[in-house]
Structure formats: structure tokens, C-alpha cells
């Protein structure tokens, strides 16, 4: 499923037609762009946060763009490419490999669905499909719902009206509630003064078996990652998920609750509406993450937090008015 | 208007059919499932928390799921049946009854909007009706809006693009601006290891005359219950509103408000941007709550709060800075 | 720009025509409704916070409606209308202008999109668009779009799928992923016990070069003002943009941040997740506020804020007990 994909490779390239700087002999071919755990030896990877430590150093990628001061955690299998802006250097090299990824335009291929094609799948009124699609038996797809090229739906799936799939790959018996925008590009972009420069998001979204999500949830692909919401997990109305994040199983996640990019959230979590989960955090399984809640940190297992910036519940209590008292009253 | 069905009821049923505890000799019929408060002699209805104890105490119902703890309060009209987990009983027993509400399946009696049906309707373009809705004269349906069979709309609305209806009873002169999607299924589902099961929504969205809802707004349908917007209560966008919620009149909601379900919000009521509102709360009439505020407690009439958790106000300044000085330097 | 109407203006009327109060021999005409730093002196302005004192002072409108208080702030240029509540006669006179912008009608003008008009623009299917729309060449407009009358699209534009514009004025290499809604009427009402009076939003939304906006964000038009984002601003997605506020140029605005009314936001500022912006404020340039946080005051330049309410960041961390240990050891 990993190796499933929705964007043209342009690859593979020389090292040396990518980073002039590299002057091998060898004519070593690049053949894709992956995080530091999922590339192999033919591959590119980029290191840029003490976050992907152990990562690092575990990586079995041939290059790994990074800068000075992080390159000496890279195993000596892997050869850094030393550079200022990691991100910056990363954007421009996957533009190369993937050129069409940092806009979503809109599929060309997308015709309205073809019930002879699809005899076994329910289709409403003035249904989208792109070219490729897969879609499992006795799914049904609501009205006006668009289904981009390739994407790929299990069976039993209910996908609402007004619903948009995109770079996407989908369990069995995965409801996707009314108006939901699943796989579009996420929020990355480098910066620039007078037009920056959007980020390719040659990733997917990778939905498990039993999946609801409730109505106007937005859920973005990954940028070189993937995105993924584990089995079984619930989401509420007007969730958004960003690029990268990996949702556990048995989640339930109430509306409204944002996560940022990047972050990994373990199984049987539950979050309480309009909770907001910070960027490349790690939540252990079993959290307990309170309503209104803005997790700052990394959460350890079996946890219950609350407050914001989120704190375990004992420590949130106690800061209310009685913790001042208390410490007052102490001297 | 309570007595209006979206869904098919396959009851009555024995009720030694439904709990074959129940050993009567008699057969007695059971032919729905209401609240407790709505409940009259031939339902079966359902008491598992101490927040609903006054209506428990009058309830009309003839038989009630409850536990051991809860028995006690009922009166004696009222026939316990005493299991370990309410909603879980509840969960199945309304699945027997209502066996197509816990799915929101497209509806396949969508067809075009049909002018010659309703000369006196205003359509856009690319909308669509399920069978038997009520349409009142004057109304205007945007484009590629969906509304599903059933659904009733009273006169001199206007329905936005991109808006989905479900399982709503809407009165007259109201507003509902593009991507609304309303009367889906709300949150509710019992949490199993492999696969929740997904708890029937057997009520309806009501909403009142002069309302009006922002664009991208979600209001879920009732679970057992109904979810109600009152006369002239007005929601800014992206506002989601949960299932059984009860907003009364007057009410003015700002901008990606979140309620949980259950909660019942009184007359004249004003909330500022972003707040949230826990579930199963009561929040009087005339309450201003400020934006950003997380309420957690029940509410008195006439009260402005404010603050994570949302407190009166004056407390709320105290708290911040002032108050920890004060309480130091009167020592 | 700011001259490109999308409603019908029925003035020019005599100003006695409009205000009884006034006794004029001079049949004296008011042309348009504008702000106070807009207005010429064929206008009406208004002027009902001290938050605007700045412009009444500068304005030159011929008459201004404003209250027995702020009269004296206003340059002797300018005939104040002094009344009692200025928000409801200003209402009141602007629906006498502009009848058609209290409520968004459906747009009975659109059709399907027509290749041979637009041969250099790029539809997708089921594309729908009002009269007198102007796109530039080389924009992509994604299926199930819906571009409503007089609304102006530049060049190289991409506007997904499912997307609504009404009522304004996009510029070149604009992105809108799938599910916003743009221009629709802001929240703005005179509240009445039986039924509120809608405020006419007679103002557009204008979006800058290069802008970017993610999936399901809102951006409602302006009331008598406009609603603007500047260059090269991006949006994450599910953010809500009321009516009036101006966002400055290269900004980063995180998943879900919603900004109040008439608030204005300089250059160069970043918002993380969740965070809200109330009503009336002034953000300067350069300034960075974090998920989460709660604004509610003007924010100088070159300035780091967090929490709720929102405080610069230094002090925001000492408050969190780092602060109160400080206070009470230093007794």
C-alpha cells in the first residue's frame, strides 16, 4: 500500500544532476525521495529536527540532505548532503522528481461515474469519477461526491454528498460523512517574500477498515509521508487533520479538534472537542486528551490531560485557584 | 411535530421479543423508544446518569432501561429493566426497531428538482429532492443543493448552494447559507475493539422560523432525541452543533462554536467566537458566554462567563494576575 | 478596485428623503454609504466607536450618522445625523440603497460554463457561473464549482472543486481548495425579540496575488467596508474570515484560526492552530501569535503573543507557575 502511487515519478536521476556539489565518479541513481525511515539505498532522505533522531540513525537511505550540526548523527552508510535550509533544498530537489504535486489541480480525467464499469457499486446523482479508480463491492457514493484519479475505496464504504477524494486509499466499511475534503495538498510552503514557494505533497492518505468521519472534516495528504487514520478510529464533524499525522486505532475524536502536521497520536485515544494537537508531538496510547485542550508536548502512554497549554489532569486541577492557595498557604 | 418519522419503525414488538428477561405473562407491546420525558405508555425509554433524574421521576414510559444504581427513581408505573450497560441495551434494542439509522446511506429517491412539483419553489441548478419532501412557496434551493426525502422546508427560505438536508423539519423564513450540512447522524457509537458499534439516530433537526445559519455549519440529527434551533436564533459559520442539542430562541452563536450533544441552551443566549460547550449541560436564559471559553458546568440565567474552564466573569478577571497579587499581598 | 460594485446602488436620494431630521432648502444628494475613511462628500458615513476616531476626525463625508457623544470628533466639514443607535439607522438607511444585500439569494443568472466564452479557462464538470464573471486565462476551475455574477477571477488561478464565489475580486496565481466559501454575508444583525434585522453586506471580498486558501475555509464579504487578504497570504484550511477584516501581506494563518469583524492584520504575521482574533483589533506587522491563544487586544509590531487572552510571550510564560513560585519567594 505504501508503494501505491498517485504522482509521477520523474526519476530516476544522477546524484550529480541533482546537487552539483556531489562529485562522484560513480554514476549513483536517485530513484525517489522518503523519510529517513521508509527509504532504502536508492533513495534521498532529509534530516532536519532532533525529533527524527532515532530515526537518523537507523536510516538506510544512500544520501540524506541535512546541515552541519546534525549530519554526525547519520550512520556512515548514508552520505550527507550539507546544506543551510533543509526544507528549502528538499522542496526544490522533489519539484524535480515530482513536478505536478504542489498544486491541486483539478483531476482532467474525471468523468461522471459509469455504472457498467462499476456494476456492483451504488452511485447517486452526478457522481465524478477519475480515471483508475478501485472500488470495492456494495460501496455506495452520495451525490455530487468526486472521486479523483486512482484513488482507492474498499468495499461496504458509504461516501457522502459534497465529498471530495483525492491521493487516497480506503478501507472497508469506512463511512465519510457529507462534505468532507480528503487528500488535498497540506499547509507547506517555504516562505518567501513575494511568492513562496508551495511544498510538493507527493504523499497519501491511507484510511483503515471501519473508519467514520463525521461531516466537513478536512484530511490532507502527506508531504513525503503519508497520512493516516488507523482502524476503527472515529472522527466528529469539522476535524482537520495536517499532512503527515498518523492517527492510532480506536481513536475517538470529537469535532472541531485540529492536529497540526506531522504529529503521531497511538491507539484507543480519545480527544475532546476543539482540542488542538501541536506540530511533530508524539501521543501515547491510551490518552486521554480533555475538550478545548492544546497539546504542546509529547504525551506518555496511559495518560489524561487537559488545559493549555495541556498538562496531566491532576496538575490542570490543582493549578485552578487551589494550587495557589495551597502554595501560599504552605509557607 | 415531534410525531414526524424520518425513519421506518418496524415495532411494536412484544417486550418479551426485545428483553427475554422480562417474564409477562401478559403481552405487552411496545411500540417506541423516546426520551424520558417524551415517553408515554406504550415506549420504552431509558435512565443511565443523575443529570436527567427530574424527568426520570415523571416519566410516562412503561418499561425503562436503567441500572441497578438508578432503579430507585423511577416511579412505579415504570418497569425497570436493570442492565449493566444502558446505552449498550439502548443501542441494540432501537437497532431492532429502526434498523436503517445508524448509516446515513444516500438516498436513492433523489431525483432532479422538478418545477411542475413545485410551482411556486425556486430552484438553481442541479438540485436535488428526495421523495415526499414539503417545499413552501416562495422558498429559493440553491444550486447542487441536496435535500433528502422527507425533509420540510416552510415558506420564504432561502437554501444555499452545496447545503445538504436530512431528517429536518425547517420552519419559515429561514436562512441557511452554502455548505450547511444538516440532520446527519451525530457522534455516537459504542466502543468496540474492532468495530463500534454505530448507535441509531432516530430523531430529527427542527428549526425554527427567521433562523439563520452561517455558511459550512454541521447540525447533527437527534439520536433518540430531536436537536432544536429556536425562533430567530442566529449561527455564524462553521458552528457545529451535535446531536439532542437545544438552542433556544433569540440566540445569537458566533463563529466555529462547537456543542457537544445533549446540552440545552436557553432563550437569548450570546457566545462568542470559537467557545465550546460541553455535553449534557443547562445553560439558562439571557447568558453571554465570551469567546474562547470552555464551559463545563451548568449555567444560571442572567450570567456572562468566561474563561478554559468558562467561570463568571468577575472571577475570571481575578484570576488573571490581579487576583493572585491581591491574595499575596493581604497576607 | 474598490469602485467595482456587485449590488445595485437605487441612490442617488435627497438627503431629506432619508432623514426627516434633516431640513434642508438645498435639495443636497447622497450618493453611496461608506466608511469613513472611504466617503467623499457626495456620502453618508457613520461613526459609532472610539476605535475610529482616527477617521472621523480626517473623514469627508457630507453627513455622518453617529451618537450625542462622538458628534464633537467629527471635522465641521461633516453634518452629523446624531441618533440613538446607529447601527439600526444605518441599516435602515442602507437597505434603502441597497435592497438585495441582506440576504444571498440564490444567483438566478448562473449556467453551465461555456467554453467558447472562456476558451482560455479551464473547466471542470458541472461548472456553474453567474453573469458578466470575468477569469483570467490559464485558471482551472475545479467541478461543481459555482462562480456567481460580476465576480472577477485573474490569471492562472486554481479554484477547486466545490467551491462558491460571490461577490468579489480575486488576482492572479490564486489558489482555493475545495469547499470554501467566499464573499457570502457576514454575521452581522440588528437584534429584534420577534425577527432580526438583516444588515445589507453591499462590501466584496478582494484577495491578493498569489494568496492561497485551504479546504473549507470561509470568507465572508464585507459589511459597508471589504473584506481583503493580501499577497501572497496563506490560509489553512477551515478558517473563518468575518466580514470587514484585512489581513496584510505574507501572512501564515494555521488550520482553523477564526478572526471576528473589521479586525485589522498587518504584514508578516503568523497564527498558529485554533487561535481567535476578536472583533476591532490592530495587529501590527511582524507580529506572531500562537495556537490557540485568544486575542483580544491591538497588538504593536514586531511582537510575540500567547494564551487566552492572548499576552506577550515572556509574560505568558512566567504566568504559567514559573511566576507565581517568583511572586511569592521574592516576599
Known amino acids: 500500500m505504501n508503494e501505491y502511487k498517485f504522482f509521477d515519478n520523474k526519476g530516476p536521476f544522477n546524484i550529480s544532476e541533482i546537487f552539483f556539489q556531489i562529485k562522484s565518479n560513480e554514476k549513483i541513481k536517485i530513484f525517489d525521495i522518503k ?14 529536527s532532533l525529533v527524527y ?9 544512500k544520501f540524506c540532505l541535512t546541515n552541519e550540526k546534525l549530519k554526525k548523527y547519520l550512520p556512515s552508510s548514508c552520505i550527507p548532503i550539507v546544506v543551510k535550509n533543509v526544507l528549502y533544498e528538499l522542496c526544490k530537489v522533489t519539484k524535480k522528481f515530482y513536478p505536478d504535486a504542489d498544486v491541486d489541480f483539478p483531476d482532467q480525467s474525471l468523468k461522471p461515474s459509469n455504472k457498467t464499469l462499476f456494476p456492483k457499486v451504488n452511485f447517486g446523482l452526478n457522481v465524478l469519477l477519475g480515471k483508475d479508480c478501485l472500488i470495492g463491492e456494495n460501496t455506495e457514493i452520495g451525490s455530487n461526491a468526486i472521486i ?13 454528498s459534497n465529498v471530495t477524494i483525492k491521493s487516497s486509499i480506503i478501507g472497508n466499511n469506512v463511512v465519510i460523512q457529507n462534505g468532507c475534503k480528503i487528500g488535498l495538498k497540506g499547509f ?13 505533497h507527493i504523499g497519501k492518505v491511507i484510511i483503515g477498515d471501519n473508519v467514520e468521519l463525521a461531516a466537513n472534516c478536512t484530511i490532507d495528504r502527506g508531504s513525503i509521508d503519508n497520512t493516516i487514520i488507523g482502524k476503527n478510529t472515529y472522527l466528529d464533524n469539522q476535524v482537520h487533520v495536517a499532512h503527515n499525522v498518523k492517527i492510532g486505532e480506536n481513536c475517538m475524536i470529537a469535532g472541531q479538534v485540529g492536529f497540526a502536521g506531522s504529529s503521531i497520536i497511538g491507539n ?41 497549554p495541556a498538562v496531566p489532569l491532576k496538575e490542570f486541577l490543582k493549578n485552578k485557584r487551589v494550587w495557589v492557595i495551597q502554595l501560599i498557604e504552605k509557607k
Open 53 to 61: 533522531l532515532k530515526d537518523a540513525k537507523k536510516t538506510k537511505a
Open 35 to 48: 523519510t529517513l525511515d521508509q527509504a532504502n539505498q536508492s533513495d534521498l532522505t532529509f534530516f532536519d
Open 188 to 200: 507547506g510552503f517555504i516562505p518567501q517574500k513575494e511568492n513562496n514557494i508551495k511544498f510538493p
Open 268 to 308: 484507543n485515544v480519545s480527544i475532546g472537542g476543539q482540542a488542538g494537537i501541536s506540530g511533530h508531538l508524539r501521543i501515547g496510547n491510551n490518552v486521554r486528551i480533555g475538550g478545548g485542550s492544546g497539546v504542546v508536548k509529547d504525551i506518555p502512554d496511559n495518560t489524561t490531560v487537559m488545559g493549555y
Open 148 to 160: 479523483e484519479k486512482k484513488v482507492v475505496i474498499g468495499k461496504n464504504c458509504i461516501i457522502g
